[in-house]
């Protein structure tokens, strides 16, 4: 596997791992709200910055097109549902954004446990074979 593909993997590791500190976090709620509170504050900060604006820009803008250089076909499988997953996962910071300003903490943890499954479940990275890469 070619290096840049590789820390990509390795990117999207760290991103899932993160995503188990959130749902290991819940256990927070009621017993230290400020310290969930603080906890998903930082989370929030990762996603966005390294996950959203790190991460995923290098697919989008690099790697992305070349899969599509090389494989045309793979712009309306692969890469469409790549892209849906990078939208869906925007959506749901957003979603657990707004619910944490109002401080609506056990609600926070659904968001983060729907978030953990798209990381964990839909994500077309674990299922695709080294062929598909450029
Ligand atoms: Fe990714």
Not at 8 to 29: G, N, P, S
Not at 123 to 133: I, V
Request: charged share 30%.
């Amino acid at each position: 596997m070619h290096n840049a593909i590789r820390s990509l993997y390795d990117e999207h590791e760290m991103i899932v791992e993160a995503t188990e500190v959130a749902k290991e976090a819940a256990a927070l709620i009621g017993t230290d709200d400020a310290r969930y509170a603080s906890t998903v504050k930082n989370l929030m900060d990762f996603f966005r910055t390294y996950a959203d604006g790190y991460h995923h820009h290098k697919e989008e803008e690099v790697l992305f097109p070349l899969m599509l250089e090389s494989n045309e076909m793979l712009g309306d499988g692969v890469l469409k549902e790549m892209l849906e997953n990078h939208a869906d996962f925007r959506e749901m910071l957003d979603g657990i954004q707004r619910i944490w300003k109002r401080a609506a903490y056990p609600k926070c943890a659904t968001g983060w446990r729907a978030t953990v499954k798209l990381c964990w479940t839909t994500s077309p990275w674990r299922t695709m074979r080294s062929s598909t890469w450029p």
